[in-house]
């Protein structure tokens, strides 16, 4: 039997569902109307903690297309998003590799077969003397390949990105935090992300559309 409070919850919650599907359906339209798509739900918070709690609890949903934006580095932030660099370090040792093999065969080519020359009678492949260039040409190229590596897999240079849309983003480099769940996410559904980040104490839960 339902009581008189049972079903004033049951009509309240049912009434909040129907509110949201119309507002979904309501912004989807504009989205059309207006060319933009939908990049993703943002969360917005003012404490760092705030943002470590509800990025675990976004990747223990299951969301792995998340991104988080803070004003400085945060400690164990990509521990909490689950985010694994394998990338930057390949490349960075694939360079590596290459300066150390470069340099040692530059300087073999060099001494026996492009102008070897008969000191005292010392060997022409005296590969000692090698390593000195060998490891400077090691850690060169590794580092410009982190570098530039870096560069390519943030994208960088990105002079716009969906996300500068977003209210208050402006903030992101002084005082305010961010955390996004983005469309291209498998588990991504519109309703169920904006219910499921209205839970995590956001203070405020906004929609980020990429204009075309």
């Given at each position: 039997m339902l009581t008189s409070t049972n079903v004033t919850d049951q009509v309240a919650t049912a009434d909040g569902a129907m509110r949201r599907s119309a507002e979904v359906a309501q912004a989807t339209a504009l989205d059309t109307t207006l060319n933009q798509t939908l990049y993703g739900v943002i969360a917005e918070y003012d404490d760092a903690e705030a943002l470590l709690a509800a990025a675990r609890k976004v990747r223990d949903a299951g969301y792995k297309k998340i991104d988080a934006y803070s004003p400085f580095p945060l400690?164990?932030?990509?521990?909490?998003?689950?985010?694994?660099?394998?990338?930057?370090?390949?490349?960075?040792?694939?360079?590596?590799?290459?300066g150390c093999l470069g340099g040692f065969g530059f300087l073999s080519w060099a001494t026996i077969v492009s102008y070897p020359i008969n000191i005292g009678g010392r060997p022409i492949f005296g590969w000692p003397s090698f390593i000195p260039i060998t490891f400077e040409l090691t850690v060169l190229f590794s580092a410009l390949s982190g570098i530039f590596g870096m560069i390519l897999y943030n994208g960088l240079p990105l002079p716009y990105h969906p996300v500068f849309n977003a209210p208050n983003f402006e903030m992101a480099s002084s005082s305010r935090f961010f955390l996004c769940i983005e469309s291209k996410d498998p588990k991504f559904n519109r309703e169920e992300v904006l219910d499921f980040m209205d839970t995590l104490g956001a203070l405020r839960v906004s929609e980020v559309m990429e204009e075309h």
């Amino acid at each position: 039997m339902l009581t008189s409070t049972n079903v004033t919850d049951q009509v309240a919650t049912a009434d909040g569902a129907m509110r949201r599907s119309a507002e979904v359906a309501q912004a989807t339209a504009l989205d059309t109307t207006l060319n933009q798509t939908l990049y993703g739900v943002i969360a917005e918070y003012d404490d760092a903690e705030a943002l470590l709690a509800a990025a675990r609890k976004v990747r223990d949903a299951g969301y792995k297309k998340i991104d988080a934006y803070s004003p400085f580095p945060l400690e164990g932030l990509s521990e909490a998003m689950g985010f694994r660099d394998h990338l930057v370090p390949a490349t960075m040792l694939i360079g590596g590799i290459v300066g150390c093999l470069g340099g040692f065969g530059f300087l073999s080519w060099a001494t026996i077969v492009s102008y070897p020359i008969n000191i005292g009678g010392r060997p022409i492949f005296g590969w000692p003397s090698f390593i000195p260039i060998t490891f400077e040409l090691t850690v060169l190229f590794s580092a410009l390949s982190g570098i530039f590596g870096m560069i390519l897999y943030n994208g960088l240079p990105l002079p716009y990105h969906p996300v500068f849309n977003a209210p208050n983003f402006e903030m992101a480099s002084s005082s305010r935090f961010f955390l996004c769940i983005e469309s291209k996410d498998p588990k991504f559904n519109r309703e169920e992300v904006l219910d499921f980040m209205d839970t995590l104490g956001a203070l405020r839960v906004s929609e980020v559309m990429e204009e075309h």
